[in-house]
């Protein structure tokens, strides 16, 4: 698409530069503008949303924070190159911004997971809970980075035992945002042990095929990975306003 495509929707009112950002990042994600390409001048910017050019200088200020635009001393404003997709990028800044939707999304992965619990604890056969037990173990003296692929191949396993197609389907589409979520909050917490137990207590329940014993733990894990990952969302937003107060 080209850059002249685009049709920038003007904000009638004053609004919040995360309002003013999220009309940035629609423009972003319409792919009128790809990795390493040069956003348009503020000038031009202030002119299609209806805004000042102080504001849209805020709001491209919030972005840079993020890592989503690259501002070059007199060249402009660049939206970076990265290695992830664009949906992954997108579901990421989401969490970031702290978008309502994205928030419902997690509060329903945790209903799910839930389900999955218990399912997967009723109906898994064969060799099954040995793959799972094999998982755990890996994650045990795994790495960061290792730590969280092992995290994710826990749940979809759970998800295949749980013999649900959809629950399985829903669980596999939103695996950018498990990645993401996971990642926040295991490098926030610097280490990987209390999550490493949180999984192991769930294998453990699910081996004994105690269904009840499965859902408790998984609702403890998701809970506490819940909290865990509001608070790295509050102390983004903290340096967010306080870049912007300078």
Aim: glycine share 4%.
């Amino acid at each position: 698409m080209d850059k002249s495509e685009y049709k920038f929707e003007p904000i009638q009112k004053d609004s919040l530069v995360v309002e003013l950002t999220k009309r940035i990042l629609d423009y972003i994600f319409s792919g009128s503008i790809k990795p390493g390409d040069k956003l348009p001048a503020e000038r031009q910017l202030s002119e299609a949303l209806g805004v000042g050019r102080s504001a849209i200088r805020e709001a491209i200020k919030s972005l840079t924070v993020l890592g989503i635009l690259e501002v070059r001393q007199g060249y402009g404003t660049y939206l970076k190159r990265a290695d992830s997709t664009l949906l992954t990028q997108s579901i990421e800044w989401s969490l970031l911004l702290g978008e309502r939707q994205t928030m419902d999304l997690i509060e329903a992965r945790k209903e799910i997971e839930l389900t999955l619990a218990k399912l997967a604890t009723e109906r898994w056969e064969g060799l099954e809970l040995e793959e799972l037990h094999q998982i755990v173990e890996k994650m045990k003296d795994a790495n960061l980075t290792d730590f969280i692929e092992y995290d994710i191949q826990f749940h979809l396993k759970l998800s295949d035992m749980a013999r649900n197609s959809v629950l399985k389907d829903i669980l596999s589409s939103i695996r950018s945002l498990l990645r993401t979520w996971i990642k926040y909050v295991i490098e926030k917490a610097g280490e990987t042990a209390f999550s490493y137990e949180d999984h192991y207590a769930i294998y453990k329940a699910v081996a004994e095929r105690n269904a009840e014993a499965a859902v408790k733990a998984m609702a403890y894990h998701m809970d506490d990975a819940t909290k865990r990952l509001i608070e790295v969302l509050q102390e983004t937003e903290q340096s967010r306003k306080a870049l912007q107060q300078k």
